[in-house]
């Protein structure tokens, strides 16, 4: 390949367009407001790791997006949600810096914007929409509230995003598809729920037994015991997931969370490390998510009180409920529900421990 022409450093980045994008609305009625500086440069910073997280959830849904993801293609596909997690390491840390600015500092300048306002990050929606966030996961409310902000041409690249294949469908199809747990001449959900019962009925035992507690604690302890019991038989009953499902406490088909259980409970053998490696990644995903989401509502309530956000919401309010409500990988988090310590986990068939020790591309339908 032939050099056509040297690469000067600030022409390659383009700093002359990107160092001279921070243009000031306080200068626009007199005198810039110093800290508006730092304001704009926070928030472009943030565009650009968003930017960079889309780059890296599209290649996922690239490489996801085929009736069988090679074992080789795994790897690159965790490494690149690993990214998108070391980055948002990034963004909540970058709160830091914002949290310099005090609050009479932002007063010199926030009248000016409004109302412009994180809702109107197009970017960020886009995220959401990708890991598997849709319109219909949210609130009336919310969802009339953040899409009138946005420009037509915005409002329709959203749409166009939401109706587009998720993060989420394409692991709940690549779940579904996997056969880890069906083995020929092996029940294995047979034994796992004879773990279960044994599993419970020594905690029921230790609980009734326990002197250190008093007759309420102990009924108490007893009926959360019982629910748990219901818990593990709507994960095996189809009847009772399905329910389960229809009324939004799981998103996950059954049978992906089948083999999700069966991921997070035999995670040691080496077919199923790659696997449990994604969907840990994942959680990790929605996790920094939540926490940037969590530390973002803290710093607006530290800086605003409870003054209503320059884009018209309740501001501190408004920011604090969607940290819980807006996960895509919620079922993952909840996946610890179903897991039986290691001493009492069924122990599998020689036929099946071969294979899951070596080989993951055999399983090749």
């Known amino acids: 390949m032939k050099i056509q022409h040297p690469v000067y450093y600030g022409d390659y980045l383009q700093l002359p367009k990107i160092l001279t994008a921070q243009d000031t609305e306080s200068a626009k009625y007199g005198d810039a407001a110093h800290e508006e500086t730092l304001f704009i440069i926070i928030h472009q910073t ?4 968003f930017k960079q997280i889309l780059h890296e959830l599209k290649s996922v849904i690239k490489l996801m997006d085929k009736p069988f993801i090679p074992s080789t293609d795994l790897s690159i596909i965790n490494s690149r949600i690993e990214r998108v997690v070391t980055i948002q390491r990034v963004l909540v840390d970058q709160i830091q810096i914002m949290e310099t600015m005090t609050t009479l500092d932002f007063m010199e300048f926030r009248d000016f914007l409004v109302p412009a306002s994180g809702f109107q990050s197009l970017q960020f929606r886009l995220i959401e929409a990708t890991l598997g966030i849709k319109a219909h996961h949210r609130m009336e409310v919310e969802k009339q509230f953040f899409t009138s902000r946005l420009k037509p041409e915005d409002r329709k690249t959203l749409e166009e995003a939401e109706n587009s294949i998720s993060i989420f469908e394409l692991l709940e199809g690549w779940l579904s598809r996997m056969p880890f747990s069906q083995f020929d001449g ?3 959900w047979g034994e796992y729920s004879i773990a279960v019962n044994s599993m419970l009925k020594q905690d029921v035992e230790i609980v009734s037994k326990n002197p250190a507690l008093d007759d309420r604690v102990r009924a108490m302890e007893l009926k959360n015991l019982e629910m748990t019991k219901e818990t593990f038989e709507t994960l095996l009953d189809a009847r009772k997931f399905d329910a389960w499902q229809a009324q939004g406490k799981v998103r996950l088909s059954q049978r992906a969370m089948l083999a999700a259980v069966f991921i997070f409970q035999y995670r040691d053998y080496p077919a199923l490390q790659m696997p449990f490696r994604i969907l840990n990644s994942l959680i990790e995903v929605d996790e920094k998510f939540t926490t940037w989401r969590y530390r973002h509502s803290i710093m607006v309530q530290r800086i605003l009180g409870t003054k209503i956000g320059t884009g018209g919401s309740s501001g501190h309010e408004y920011l604090k409920s969607t940290t819980e409500r807006n ?20 122990k599998l068939p020689p036929h099946v421990v071969e294979q899951l020790d070596i080989v993951y591309d055999s399983f090749r339908p």
Do not use: G, K, Q, V
């Open 46 to 49: 943030y565009e650009l790791w």
């Open 186 to 188: 092996f029940d294995f």
């Open 327 to 346: 996960r895509a990988f919620l079922d993952f988090f909840n996946l610890a529900t179903f897991l039986i310590p290691r001493s009492m986990t069924p």
